[in-house]
């Protein structure tokens, strides 16, 4: 495989070692990337103002539910999860919740889904990708045993959200792993943040959920 003329943000037909082989050039040092059904996607970082701003505020609604709720929780930003030879991972947020909040130690550097369960919570910021993030990521995550999926829509300002399970997926309206948790509400978070700072949005998000 020529490693130069690798296309990104498209997928790549290839065995596993060939895949592993690509993200460990240096042009790929800091790009995500993904595995699944014999075929791999490398996505450059995003670097824009609007990616990146979702991806704080649906980190802080996420984090403020937790706190309010008393929910033990661990967020990852960008980390990998690995079912080796098979499928790879790198969602933009991931969360264990409860019981296995903790389940993963200090000092692990990409999660080996052999040894650890899958997040109980993944989300993904679509700008340019939403059609992929429906789709064949949607799979993935069905087939990493993920419990549940959240899009957020950065252009059409937009949550979509889905509970996985038996190898499929079904669009939710509240969060069935974050209880009581309606998907609406943060819908709506997410609208409020086009004319509020995040800190603005954060407090009223808080005060909603002291109401739940």
Known sequence: MNLTQIPTDTWVVASWQDY???IEHPEF??????????KFRIEMTPLGHDHAA????AN???ALFCIAKAIPAKG????TFRKTGVREAQPD???YLN???DVVPWGTSLIDLDRFPAPDLVIEIANTSLSDDQGEKRLLYEDLQVKEYWIFDVKNVRVLAFAIENQGSRRITESLVLPNLSIALLQQALQRTRQENQSQVGAW?????NRL
Not at 54 to 57: A, L, W
Not at 76 to 79: A, G, K, S, V
Request: charged residues 25%; proline residues 0%.
């Open 99 to 101: 019981e296995n909040a």
């Open 76 to 79: 990852l930003n960008n980390c």
């Open 20 to 22: 592993l082989q690509a």
């Open 60 to 62: 802080n609604a996420v």
């Open 54 to 57: 979702d991806n704080t505020s």
């Open 93 to 95: 947020l991931a969360y």
């Open 29 to 38: 040092e800091k790009a995500k990337s993904y595995y699944y059904d014999r």
């Open 205 to 209: 998000l808080l005060s909603e959920f």
